[in-house]
């Protein structure tokens, strides 16, 4: 079973950076898709990101609208590790941020609904000042 860990997130300006980690331990890493997901206060949990299994072609990447074009979504087998570089930031972006992992078995490939995920971190805020 894996477990995902949030960390790097924190205050910045508006139109400033930052980047997200989020390492995974136990089960084998590569078998999971990974999604980050984000859920201000009195709002639903929003999709952000998703990565998908590293194929011979490599891995697909998708965007919520919000985001595309600012944020990036890329993961390290290697170090059972998946980011999130976070760019030209906007007050609206703040939340707390979660990554969680899709077990390809049980995937259906609807990667924007949090409940194709079944493993989640305890997330990290990330606050944007105007």
């Known amino acids: 079973q894996v477990r995902m860990e949030e960390s790097g997130g924190g205050l910045v300006q508006a139109g400033g950076s930052l980047r997200l980690t989020c390492a995974a331990s136990?089960?084998?890493?590569?078998?999971?898709?990974v999604g980050w997901f984000r859920q201000a206060p009195g709002q639903e949990r929003e999709f952000v990101a998703h990565?998908?299994?590293?194929?011979?072609?490599?891995?697909?990447?998708y965007y919520a609208d919000t985001v595309k074009g600012r944020f990036t979504i890329a993961r390290d087998n290697a170090k059972n590790t998946v980011y999130l570089q976070m760019n030209s930031l906007k007050p609206e972006d703040t939340a707390v941020y979660y990554c969680?992992?899709?077990?390809?078995?049980?995937?259906?490939?609807?990667?924007?609904?949090?409940?194709?995920?079944?493993?989640w971190g305890q997330g990290t805020q990330v606050t944007v000042s105007s």
């Open positions: 136990g089960g084998t890493f590569m078998t999971y898709a």
């Open positions: 969680a992992a899709a077990d390809r078995r049980y995937f259906s490939g609807s990667y924007s609904h949090y409940k194709e995920y079944g493993y």
């Open positions: 990565i998908s299994l590293i194929s011979l072609s490599g891995s697909s990447t």
